[in-house]
Protein backbone atom coordinates (compact mmCIF):
# COMPACT_ATOMS: atom_id res chain seq x y z
CA UNK A 1 0.00 0.00 0.00
CA UNK A 2 1.16 3.85 -0.23
CA UNK A 3 1.87 6.07 2.33
CA UNK A 4 1.02 9.58 1.83
CA UNK A 5 2.29 12.70 3.49
CA UNK A 6 1.10 16.71 2.72
CA UNK A 7 3.12 19.49 3.62
CA UNK A 8 3.11 23.65 2.76
CA UNK A 9 0.27 24.14 4.66
CA UNK A 10 0.51 27.70 6.84
CA UNK A 11 -1.19 31.29 7.16
CA UNK A 12 -1.59 33.16 4.22
CA UNK A 13 -3.27 36.70 3.54
CA UNK A 14 -5.88 37.15 0.92
CA UNK A 15 -4.95 36.67 -2.45
CA UNK A 16 -1.82 34.96 -1.51
CA UNK A 17 -0.59 31.82 -2.70
CA UNK A 18 0.57 28.44 -1.18
CA UNK A 19 2.16 25.39 -2.83
CA UNK A 20 1.07 21.92 -1.34
CA UNK A 21 3.20 19.10 -1.74
CA UNK A 22 1.85 14.96 -0.87
CA UNK A 23 4.90 13.09 -1.58
CA UNK A 24 4.57 9.20 -1.78
CA UNK A 25 6.24 5.96 -0.15
CA UNK A 26 5.54 2.56 -0.29
CA UNK A 27 5.05 2.15 -3.73
CA UNK A 28 5.01 3.81 -7.11
CA UNK A 29 2.95 7.12 -7.56
CA UNK A 30 2.30 6.25 -10.98
CA UNK A 31 0.09 3.31 -10.45
CA UNK A 32 -2.89 6.29 -8.51
CA UNK A 33 -5.29 8.43 -9.97
CA UNK A 34 -4.51 11.39 -7.38
CA UNK A 35 -6.68 14.31 -5.54
CA UNK A 36 -6.89 16.67 -3.11
CA UNK A 37 -9.53 17.71 -1.00
CA UNK A 38 -10.51 19.37 1.96
CA UNK A 39 -12.36 20.03 4.93
CA UNK A 40 -13.47 23.27 6.81
CA UNK A 41 -14.67 23.39 10.67
CA UNK A 42 -17.97 22.41 10.46
CA UNK A 43 -18.29 21.09 7.25
CA UNK A 44 -18.00 18.37 5.19
CA UNK A 45 -14.94 17.34 3.20
CA UNK A 46 -15.34 18.32 -0.27
CA UNK A 47 -13.30 17.78 -3.28
CA UNK A 48 -10.58 20.43 -4.71
CA UNK A 49 -8.99 18.72 -7.49
CA UNK A 50 -7.85 15.18 -9.38
CA UNK A 51 -5.36 14.34 -11.60
CA UNK A 52 -4.70 11.31 -13.85
CA UNK A 53 -1.95 8.88 -13.58
CA UNK A 54 -0.54 10.04 -16.75
CA UNK A 55 -0.93 13.25 -15.95
CA UNK A 56 -2.73 14.40 -18.73
CA UNK A 57 -6.43 14.59 -17.75
CA UNK A 58 -7.79 16.80 -14.51
CA UNK A 59 -10.72 18.19 -13.21
CA UNK A 60 -11.38 20.81 -10.62
CA UNK A 61 -14.18 22.28 -8.82
CA UNK A 62 -15.71 24.91 -9.59
CA UNK A 63 -14.54 26.84 -6.76
CA UNK A 64 -11.45 26.82 -7.30
CA UNK A 65 -11.31 26.78 -11.14
CA UNK A 66 -8.86 28.91 -12.43
CA UNK A 67 -7.14 29.88 -9.14
CA UNK A 68 -5.63 26.12 -8.26
CA UNK A 69 -3.81 23.86 -10.41
CA UNK A 70 -2.91 20.22 -9.70
CA UNK A 71 0.20 18.66 -11.10
CA UNK A 72 2.49 15.20 -10.80
CA UNK A 73 6.06 13.67 -10.83
CA UNK A 74 5.52 10.29 -11.05
CA UNK A 75 9.44 10.23 -11.51
CA UNK A 76 9.56 11.91 -7.72
CA UNK A 77 6.44 10.12 -6.37
CA UNK A 78 4.90 13.54 -5.33
CA UNK A 79 1.57 15.68 -6.68
CA UNK A 80 1.29 19.20 -5.95
CA UNK A 81 -1.41 21.86 -5.82
CA UNK A 82 -0.42 24.88 -6.76
CA UNK A 83 -2.97 27.75 -5.47
CA UNK A 84 -3.45 31.47 -6.53
CA UNK A 85 -5.29 34.02 -5.43
CA UNK A 86 -6.52 32.64 -2.46
CA UNK A 87 -9.68 33.42 -0.24
CA UNK A 88 -10.45 33.34 3.11
CA UNK A 89 -13.28 30.30 1.99
CA UNK A 90 -10.35 28.63 0.76
CA UNK A 91 -9.46 28.09 4.51
CA UNK A 92 -9.23 24.17 5.58
CA UNK A 93 -7.32 20.73 6.02
CA UNK A 94 -6.24 20.11 3.05
CA UNK A 95 -5.89 16.02 2.16
CA UNK A 96 -3.92 14.32 -0.68
CA UNK A 97 -5.51 10.76 -1.38
CA UNK A 98 -4.88 7.75 -4.37
CA UNK A 99 -7.34 5.66 -5.83
CA UNK A 100 -5.26 2.28 -7.39
CA UNK A 101 -6.65 1.92 -10.81
CA UNK A 102 -5.12 0.53 -14.10
CA UNK A 103 -6.47 2.81 -16.04
CA UNK A 104 -4.10 5.61 -17.48
CA UNK A 105 -6.21 8.58 -18.33
CA UNK A 106 -9.18 8.61 -15.35
CA UNK A 107 -9.83 11.07 -13.17
CA UNK A 108 -12.11 11.06 -10.15
CA UNK A 109 -14.29 13.41 -7.61
CA UNK A 110 -15.93 11.07 -5.05
CA UNK A 111 -14.05 11.02 -2.01
CA UNK A 112 -15.18 6.98 -1.75
CA UNK A 113 -13.49 6.22 -4.48
CA UNK A 114 -9.85 6.49 -3.22
CA UNK A 115 -8.17 3.80 -1.15
CA UNK A 116 -5.42 6.03 0.57
CA UNK A 117 -5.40 9.10 2.41
CA UNK A 118 -2.77 11.54 4.28
CA UNK A 119 -2.79 13.04 7.23
CA UNK A 120 -3.72 16.39 5.73
CA UNK A 121 -1.83 19.99 5.94
CA UNK A 122 -3.75 23.31 7.59
CA UNK A 123 -4.38 26.37 5.53
CA UNK A 124 -5.92 29.13 6.88
CA UNK A 125 -6.05 32.38 4.60
CA UNK A 126 -7.03 35.57 6.91
CA UNK A 127 -9.01 38.41 5.32
Known amino acids: QVQLVESGGGLVQDGGSLSLSCAASGRTLSMYIMGWFRQAPGKEREFVATISRNGINTEYADSVKGRFTISRDNAQNTVTLQMNSLKPDDTGIYYC????????????????????WGQGTQVTVSS
Open 97 to 116: AAYLTISAYTTTRSARTYNY
